[in-house]
């Protein structure tokens, strides 16, 4: 009977995929969801709804730096997937590894000058449009928030290319604690009333946590290896034909999953951005958990395919997919449960969260990005991106229709997300997958 609980723990494990990999992410996107409910709770408690607009607003504008990193974290990843699946081996791959790592350094720095410079004037004329707070309430932490993201996007290549290495684990370890410290410190700063400032506590805390810890790592590839290879490391030939598709992908990501809540912002005032924004945080985080397993098997899937063992690959994809989706699934269904009980027993807390029919909605798209997620991730393993045209399709969709409904409430502009999301982008995804399923195309 003494081996009874481990037997048990085992079969979980077993069932549930659980390695280090998958435990190091579930624990990262697990915090996030922990942590983003008790934001969802400390920011109506210390912001008004005003500045609660402001806040996700941010988050929003904040994200832009896609159009600058333009989808180069997935790239790298997969490039160092590919690369690392023969640099124990092969020196000419260890080599490149090395020279992928020198040449997103200079890249990541361009691009996070690039946001700072550009987002950093556009975000504060945006915000100043509105008839909502002064400017002096918000000036100081939207330039904060900006200094803090370039310094992220500064760091986040080099993260990608460990990840793609085979060190996901360490990765989303160090991200857990970054995660966990910024949180703490940002409901510190709101509890001690600094109000927005708060904000950019997050982005601050990891940029410092994520120097610190790059400066103990070990080298990528032994030194020895560190020369320069026989064909040198080109962006236009070995980088741009792959990071041009996933940029794409990655820029139209922004207007599909970002732009909701400053058109709320700009047509229908900071208060009900607000509401938005926190209920959109709550389903994306979600997701983010329900993906951990497939976002785990990332750096499996580029080594199978760059060693063409296509059976392997299709296996590991089929029950990461099943297991991530099915739990988003279930996770989507009682996270609308529990906001419907606690918007019952609290009822102050309906009024800072958006209705439940557009919770509904954010519910069910939840679930159809995760289908959308988790087949881009198999078909990019490839270091190919079919679903460039798709996004784009889809982005072009979603801002058209959400800028025509949204002057009619937040319910008319999700329920016309929704319609694009699993009326166009899902059934097209699933067409392509079959490229990279089928028995008939080996």
């Not at 504008?61 to 790239?75: I, P, R, S, T, Y």
Request: with cysteine.
């Amino acid at each position: 009977m003494t081996g009874r609980p481990e037997v048990l723990l085992q079969r979980a494990r077993d069932r549930w995929e659980l390695d280090a990999e998958v435990v190091a992410t579930l624990a990262l996107r697990g915090w996030g969801v922990a942590a983003g409910l008790l934001t969802t709770l400390v920011v109506p408690w210390w912001l008004t709804p005003q500045q609660q607009g402001y806040w996700y607003t941010f988050a929003s504008l904040a994200a832009l730096q896609l159009f600058f990193e333009l989808g180069l974290g997935q790239v790298l990843l997969q490039l160092a997937g590919h690369e690392a699946a023969h640099a124990a081996t092969d020196t000419a791959a260890a080599a490149r590894l090395a020279a992928l790592e020198r040449w997103v350094r200079r890249w990541s720095g361009g691009a996070a000058a690039g946001f700072a410079v550009l987002v950093g004037p556009a975000g504060a004329w945006f915000l100043a449009r509105s008839d909502g707070l002064p400017p002096a309430l918000w000036l100081g932490p939207w330039c904060a928030m900006v200094l803090g993201t370039a310094g992220t996007l500064l760091l986040s290549g080099r993260l990608a290319v460990l990840e793609g290495s085979g060190r996901l684990a360490q990765v989303a370890r160090l991200r857990l604690v970054q995660s966990m410290v910024g949180s703490v410190a940002a409901w510190a700063l709101l509890a001690l009333g600094t109000g927005l400032w708060a904000a950019a506590a997050v982005q601050a805390v990891g940029v410092a946590c994520t120097l610190a810890w790059l400066r103990l790592q070990p080298p990528l590839v032994p030194p020895g290896t560190r020369h320069q290879p026989a064909q040198p490391l080109r962006w236009r030939g070995d980088i741009l034909p792959f990071q041009w598709r996933i940029g794409l992908s990655w820029m139209s990501g922004w207007f599909i999953f970002q732009a909701f809540t400053p058109l709320a912002f700009a047509t229908l005032g900071p208060g009900e951005a607000g509401r938005l924004g926190i209920s959109m945080a709550v389903f994306l985080a979600v997701q983010s958990v329900g993906m951990s397993w497939v976002h785990a098997r990332t750096p499996q899937f580029a080594r199978h395919a760059a060693r063409g063992e296509r059976q392997a690959l299709l296996a590991l994809f089929r029950r990461a997919s099943a297991t991530g989706v099915g739990f988003v699934a279930t996770a989507s269904a009682a996270t609308l449960l529990a906001l419907w009980l606690l918007g019952s027993v609290w009822p102050s807390l309906t009024h800072r969260l958006a209705d439940l029919p557009v919770l509904a909605c954010l519910a069910a798209n939840t679930v159809v990005n995760a289908c959308i997620y988790a087949a881009a991730t198999l078909m990019r393993a490839h270091r190919e991106d079919p679903l460039a045209w798709v996004s784009a399709a889809s982005a072009v969709a979603t801002v058209g229709l959400a800028a025509i409904t949204v002057r009619w409430g937040l319910l008319p502009m999700m329920a016309s997300c929704l319609a694009v999301s699993a009326g166009l982008s899902l059934p097209w995804t699933l067409r392509l997958l079959r490229r990279y399923t089928s028995p008939s195309n080996p």
